[in-house]
């Protein structure tokens, strides 16, 4: 089973960016859809972007679209997500996810990932 550790958080201004990491253990990450999600303090659990296995499908929420990019090196067995033009309701702990169903799509619910990570803060400054 795939296991996932975040990277690449920090404290950033408004306008800056981050890129964050999610390295991912075993030979199946491959297999794994992959998803990033966001808590601020007292908030639910949101979706903010999610990449199919192969990398052919990608989502956003639409409070990142064209700012934050979602990407995958299956060789690497690591995801990313590039933030740029970040802004103070960004800030939020971010979680990277995996589905291993053997089914090319996204999954935009958190309730459909089954592997987790340990999640790493982005705060934004205004």
């Known amino acids: 089973q795939v296991q996932l550790v975040e990277s690449g958080g920090g404290l950033v201004q408004a306008g800056g960016s981050l890129r964050l990491s999610c390295a991912a253990s075993?030979?199946?990450?491959?297999?794994?859809?992959m998803g990033w999600f966001r808590q601020a303090p007292g908030k639910e659990r949101e979706f903010v972007a999610a990449i199919s296995r192969g990398g052919s499908r990608i989502s956003y929420t639409d409070s990142v679209k064209g700012r934050f990019t979602i990407s995958r090196d299956n060789a690497k067995n690591t995801g990313y997500l590039q933030m740029n033009s970040l802004k103070p309701e960004d800030t939020a702990a971010y979680y990277c996810?995996?589905?291993?169903?053997?089914?090319?799509?996204?999954?935009?619910?958190?309730?459909?990932?089954?592997?987790w990570g340990q999640g790493t803060q982005v705060t934004v400054s205004s």
């Open positions: 996810a995996a589905n291993s169903a053997p089914i090319m799509r996204i999954y935009l619910g958190k309730d459909e990932y089954g592997i």
């Open positions: 075993g030979r199946t990450f491959s297999s794994n859809a």
